[in-house]
């Protein structure tokens, strides 16, 4: 238990569907995180939050839209999403995401998505 | 954009045995992590290092920061069944974002 939660754990979704993941941290973090991990392929950085301001898009294409309603909550909208966007979704959260740098990043349990 | 070396790439050793690994880098990191991911979790944390030449241990691990800020590694000793796992190092390196770098990971499986 990192303190981190994901919902779902599970999705599959059509390419014409619109869903939406959610992340909740009880750590009292500040900045959260979504990254996507691809089979074989390092974890990919796709937003920053920091303070309930997005500091980093990391070229992610627009049918993701994250969303921070609050420090502790973090949302990614997914709407007309492409099979190769099948991946392991995760959602991480640190005291900051300061230039100072050094915050480490807890993760949650991730959200598998299947985009069929 | 920058990159870490992760090797060996996987691992597979009888229980009991000690286990290596380590991550290296063209540029110079101020934080180093390592962490664990068990198949279908997300990564948690096992070690962080904040100071060149910190040497961190955390029962049968140990990780240390590389005298370079350049490299780093972790040694699991006396190797149980439920080391399993994908192993990650990340780090920090500065520069204009700040962003968190991941290596590509060690899958180490232990033969009981």
Known sequence: ETGVTQTPRHLVMGMTNKKSLKCEQHLGHNAMYWYKQSAKKPLELMFVYNFKEQTENNSVPSRFSPECPNSSHLFLHLHTLQPEDSALYLCASSVTSGHRGGDTQYFGPGTRLTVL | ?112
């Not at chain 2, 990159?3 to 380590?22: A, H, K, R, T, Y």
């Not at chain 2, 990564?43 to 240390?64: D, F, M």
């Open chain 2, 1 to 112: 954009g920058q990159q870490l070396n992760q090797s060996p790439q996987s691992m597979f050793i009888q229980e009991g045995e000690d286990v290596s690994m380590n991550c290296t880098s063209s540029s110079i990191f101020n934080t180093w992590l390592w962490y664990k991911q068990d198949p279908g979790e997300g990564p948690v944390l096992l070690i962080a290092l904040y100071k060149a030449g910190e040497l961190t241990s955390n029962g049968r691990l140990t990780a240390q920061f590389g005298i370079t800020r350049k490299d780093s590694f972790l040694n699991i000793s006396a190797s149980i069944p439920s080391d399993v796992g994908i192993y990650f190092c990340a780090g920090y390196y500065g520069g204009a974002t700040n962003k968190l770098i991941f290596g590509t990971g060690t899958l180490l499986a232990v033969q009981p």
